[in-house]
């Protein structure tokens, strides 16, 4: 998908904007403020995404049509599963993933691991001397 190109003005503009968090050239980041309103005028109100952006100051040329509405459509699923709290962070590019451990290995664990290690490297270099030799005949 294609990120927007904005013009000096757009970006100015958008800076002014107190709504605007951060703006790093290809994204904007709203405060959180913004967003607990704006879910909330969209949920209690009835207020349509546009509406919202607009009354809050922001230049609709800015956006792609369906913007908006798109934003919104996530703002109120992160409402909807975490409340006003799921908006206290931001977790742009966090995928998950697996937690981290954290090890608490005595120092004979540390070494028999990397004993085991060095055995299995050492495996490893012998199968593919084994194989590059096998190749070469």
């Not at 800076?15 to 704006?38: D, P, Q």
């Not at 409340?83 to 966090?94: C, D, L, N, Y």
Request: aromatic share 12%.
């Amino acid at each position: 998908m294609n990120q927007p190109i904005f013009t000096k003005e757009q970006i100015e503009g958008l800076l002014k904007n107190e709504n605007v968090s951060r703006f790093c050239g290809k994204y904007i980041a709203y405060s959180k403020e913004f967003k607990i309103r704006a879910v909330d005028q969209y949920l209690n109100e009835g207020m349509s995404p546009r509406e919202i952006f607009k009354q809050a100051g922001f230049d609709l040329q800015v956006f792609s049509r369906y913007k908006p509405g798109y934003l919104m459509y996530d703002w109120v699923k992160i409402y909807k599963a975490k409340g006003v709290e799921g908006f206290a962070t931001e977790t742009r590019g966090r995928k998950g993933g697996r937690p981290k451990k954290v090890e608490t290995l005595t120092d004979e664990e540390k070494i028999k691991r990397l004993e085991l290690e060095v055995q299995y490297l050492k495996k490893e270099n012998d199968f593919l001397v084994k194989l590059r030799a096998k190749r070469a005949e």
